[in-house]
């Protein structure tokens, strides 16, 4: 009888050692995987930002070519609802990317820190626009703490595109120099969204 029980025991106990080994490895597998720092990938956002950018290359195109005619549809008011409509959509991507990640922020980051700077190239075309304040808007990017990167760099594509809906009412046309200043500034912050997502979608920190 002796004999039966402490083989029993040591069953037991060697059952008990390897749940706690294996238990002690689970945690240690779970331990190494990777940590995800930013957001899932969302296909709508890389979408949206791609379409935008379309519409805005090709609006500008046309509004060079109307302003270069003195085409009455060079005018702001001729071209209002675009703004509307076309800012609206980027709230509407703002809106998903706050909900993905609603207590994220992005503190140091150099492409936003870069985008901002851009934002500065504006601040001579609308000096007499008293709507809009770029020190502020520039200040909000650089601290980082409004929300996560993609919020961040789709601010920075409301605000470029609030800004040249800015300056097309202040001068009522957006002849071609000041076209030359504000497509490559609308692109670098698409693409910079756009690469941002493809990141994600790839696994890329």
């Not at 190494?32 to 930002?49: E, H, K, Q, T, W």
């Not at 071609?176 to 609308?186: D, E, Q």
């Not at 692109?187 to 990141?199: D, F, W």
Request: glycine fraction near 6%.
């Amino acid at each position: 009888m002796t004999v039966k029980i402490v083989i029993r025991n040591r069953r037991r106990s060697h059952e008990h050692s390897l749940w706690i080994c294996a238990l002690f490895l689970w945690i240690l597998i779970a331990g190494c995987a990777p940590v995800r720092f930013v957001g899932s990938y969302d296909p709508m956002i890389d979408r949206g930002l791609t379409e935008y950018y379309e519409s805005m290359d090709v609006f500008l195109s046309e509004m060079e070519r109307a302003s270069a005619s003195s085409s009455v549809k060079a005018k702001f008011s001729e071209n209002a609802k675009f703004y509307d409509e076309s800012g609206a959509k980027i709230d509407a991507l703002l809106m998903r990317a706050k909900a993905a990640e609603p207590k994220a922020n992005c503190i140091g980051s150099d492409a936003v820190s870069s985008l901002a700077g851009k934002l500065l190239q504006f601040k001579s075309l609308v000096v007499a626009t008293e709507d809009l304040n770029i020190d502020e808007i520039v200040n909000g990017l650089k601290s980082g703490e409004g929300g996560s990167c993609t919020v961040q760099i789709l601010r920075v594509v409301r605000a470029n595109h609030d800004l040249t809906a800015a300056i097309h009412k202040h001068n009522d046309k957006l002849t071609k120099p000041v076209v030359a200043i504000i497509r490559p500034t609308i692109e670098q912050g698409v693409r910079i969204g756009v690469t941002t997502e493809l990141a994600k979608k790839r696994g890329e920190k």
